[in-house]
């Protein structure tokens, strides 16, 4: 199993520019949540999907941030535009809400800076 | 109050020594929790799950205590290698969404 696969890695923006955060969650899993870490807000719940569909978004900060999840092995969530305080780890984590539950898988992260 | 909370410490610890902490919680309906270990630059990672009043996986123990609301981790003979965060995870009034506390800090010492 490849495991929960985000995309970039890392990356450094300007002020003011749009940034798009990949995911693509384990295969057979049906939850996809985004979350964002700091040192200051531990891990931030952004938005979740069940099915693809979002359900609970109450925690993306403002209108600059869009989460879409068009397929059941594909997610973005997009900030446009950035801002410095949108640097944070971004982590997106799935799991399978159908039969017992085992927790969230996290991807790797993409560690985003705006300058 | 937060829905988790736990002390950021850091606890030290010597190598070979026990050390436990705990996550309080305030969702009394909560039915499943769970720790996951966190290092440096790194992804939360799933370390043990709690459905009932504990569970042993070799040198880490979990306990919950539904009455006061909290559960424990305990590591026993610790190794330089469980120097980590430990991020206590317990769901949310919402179905399908938990709660991520800040984490303990462990830093084991030679």
């Known amino acids: 199993d490849a495991g929960v696969i985000q995309s970039p890695r890392h990356e450094v923006t300007e002020m003011g520019q749009e940034v798009t955060l990949r995911c693509k969650p384990i295969?057979?899993?049906?939850?996809l949540f985004w979350y964002r870490q700091t040192m200051m807000r531990g891990l931030e719940l952004l938005i979740y999907?069940?099915?693809?569909?979002?359900?609970?978004d109450s925690g993306m900060p403002e209108d600059r941030f869009s989460a879409k999840m068009p397929n059941a092995s594909f997610s973005t969530l997009k900030i446009q535009p950035s801002e410095p305080r949108d640097s944070a780890v971004y982590f997106c984590?799935?799991?399978?809400?159908?039969?017992?539950?085992?927790?969230?898988?996290f991807g790797s992260g993409t560690r985003l800076t705006v300058v | 109050r937060k829905e988790v909370e736990q002390d950021p410490g850091p606890f030290n610890v010597p190598e070979g020594a026990t050390v436990a902490f705990n996550c309080t919680y305030s969702?009394?309906?909560?039915?499943?929790f769970f720790w996951y270990r966190q290092d440096c630059r790194k992804e939360p990672k799933l370390l043990m799950s709690?459905?009932?009043s504990g569970n042993e996986d070799g040198r880490f123990t979990a306990q919950l205590n539904r009455a006061s609301q909290y559960i424990s981790l305990l590591i026993r003979d610790s190794k330089l290698s469980d120097s980590a965060t430990y991020l206590c995870?317990?769901?949310?009034?919402?179905?399908?969404?938990?709660?991520f506390g800040a984490g303990t800090q462990v830093v084991v010492t030679p």
């Open positions: 984590a799935s799991t399978n809400t159908q039969g017992p539950f085992y927790g969230y898988t």
């Open positions: 295969s057979g899993h049906n939850s």
């Open positions: 999907f069940n099915n693809n569909v979002p359900i609970d």
């Open positions: 969702n009394s309906a909560s039915q499943s």
């Open positions: 709690v459905y009932s």
């Open positions: 995870v317990a769901p949310t009034d919402s179905w399908g969404k938990f709660q």
